[in-house]
């Protein structure tokens, strides 16, 4: 998808994505749970990398409250979120645009939550930010098998592609090659979610700013599914988290 689609429907969805995004806070919960097994480990400077309405810093303030946060977005809308979630937080600077183009120093901790899977070339993103963080480098992405119940569905009444997201046996062995003097440790979650109906889904990612198809569906088929499908569907996210750490820690 086209950064400033991106950029467009994530601002269009700056005031309903914390109502829907249950399994990205989830996700978010989970990260910071594994970087806080870290020993001996008080970071001075972290990176939120498409923080989004900010569910890893609100997580990170409480924890290390005098650390430097500098919060990424590629949708100004979402930053204009955190500003009023962190309005009593001295530390936290804002960083509007496209990861793919942030000039950046060096931070202690390099994170990001639910954004990797929107980049163009997500090796040259990993590479970088691996490279940006002198301590700690976490995420968590997407991966393949991500709504493929959906796309069964679709496929029933028009051929449409879903976004295409790693496989995560290929994505742990790229991380595995590009580790260097850290060590990488990952986990993989399938997050389900139940719809009573498929309207009730394709609202949802439009609350989140989302999108699962890369295609557009036609009408006629789209009429077709949504008279023909009555009953309820369970899609599921396929998320992988990964976190580098120096070795010693």
């Known amino acids: 998808m086209p950064n400033n689609k991106i ?21 978010a919960g989970f990260l910071v749970k594994k970087l806080l097994k870290i020993r001996n480990f008080n970071p001075k400077t972290i990176l939120d990398l498409g923080t989004g309405t900010g569910y890893i810093p609100e997580l990170l303030i409480q924890i290390y409250p005098e650390s430097f946060y500098y919060l990424n977005d590629i949708a100004g809308e979402m930053l204009e979120v955190c500003k009023l979630k962190f309005t009593g937080c001295p530390k936290v600077v804002y960083l509007h645009g496209d990861m793919e183009k942030l000039n950046v120093d060096t931070f202690d901790v390099v994170i990001s939550n639910f954004a990797l899977q929107w980049v163009d070339n997500l090796s040259k993103v990993l590479e970088n930010f691996y490279a940006k963080s002198s301590e700690v480098f976490a995420f968590s992405t997407l991966v393949d ?17 879903l976004q295409k997201y790693p496989a995560a046996e290929e994505l742990i062995n790229y991380c595995n090659a590009l580790k260097d003097d850290h060590l990488f440790e ?7 979610l139940f719809f009573d109906h498929p309207l009730n889904f394709m609202r949802y990612l439009k609350l989140l700013g989302a999108s699962a198809s890369k295609g557009k569906m036609g009408l006629n088929a789209l009429k077709a599914l949504l008279n023909r499908r009555k009953k309820g569907l369970t899609v599921s996210y396929k998320i992988l988290f990964g976190i580098f750490k120096k070795i010693g820690k």
């Open 186 to 192: 990952y986990w993989v979650m399938d997050a389900p």
């Open 145 to 161: 098998g991500t709504f493929q119940e959906w796309e069964i569905i679709l496929n029933q009444y028009q051929d449409i592609a």
């Open 7 to 27: 950029q467009a429907n994530f601002n269009a969805a700056s005031r309903s994505y914390d109502g829907v995004a249950r399994v990205q806070r989830k996700a």
